[in-house]
């Protein structure tokens, strides 16, 4: 076969690769915000995530291979409130992409789609801890607010990819439909949680609490981000048999040894939640939360 001959070949196998390759590729920082965008992006996004479930969001090493997902990325989606400022600055600058700064289109704050609670009032210092002003980051474990998160997601990456807007909006009406369905089930499967006091290790349960009616009397942390110190556990102790706690709950990326004491000594159950969807495991966001459930439903068993 002669050159001129072989080249248009070629470029029709490049073409159909082509197809293949999906449209828009997204980052987000965390695994639980990279299985909503799956969910709503399908086939045609290509998702990653800046950390992993194993790892506190609050604190990521700002490595130079994650500088370099994020130069090619079409859309960055973070959870915001101030979650990622230690480290998410510092990777859109290495990643010298206008497309995902602040502002740009290919930014996307999620919490801009999503009701914030505790939102600051006041005078707001580093002496109160490592607190989030504009309010607390730690919503998507609520499947209520993820819903809104699907939603506002399938119109950005309609804006970006035109071509592919009703396929994303196809699929965000059929995960919030799924949702909606095993968002029922959760509340009937966690209903005895309501009304019952609980000890949480850090400020991030109160989207979960707030959705399923349960109470945290007290946090482990002293303040947001300050490591838990015997004064502090000790008022733990005391104030969890005061009001006879019998649960705590916690992130499985928090340290476990002092939440462990506290239970032995005040006679609870300590629910170990995964810190987010395992996304490069496969694991969707309605699996995530159903193992949050699991959990959570294991440990309030009498
Ligand atoms: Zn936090």
Redesign the pocket.
Known sequence: MQLRYFLPVLATLVGLAGTARADLRVVTTTPSLAAVVHAVGGAHAHVTSLSLPTQDP?FVDARPNLALELSKADLLVLVGLE?EVGWLPTLQMASRNSEIQRGAKGYLDASTLVPVLEIATGKVDRAQGDI?PGGN??YLIDPRRVAKVAAGLAVRMGDLDPSNRQAYAANAKSFLEKLAKWQRHWETVLGPLKGRKVVAY???LTYLADWLGFEVVIHLEPK?GIPPNPGHVARVIDLAKKHDVKLMIQESYFPTKTSELVVQKVGAKLALLPGGANFRGGESYLGFIDQCVKRLSAAVQP
């Open positions: 609050h979650l989030h980051p730690h850090h400020h991030s947001p």
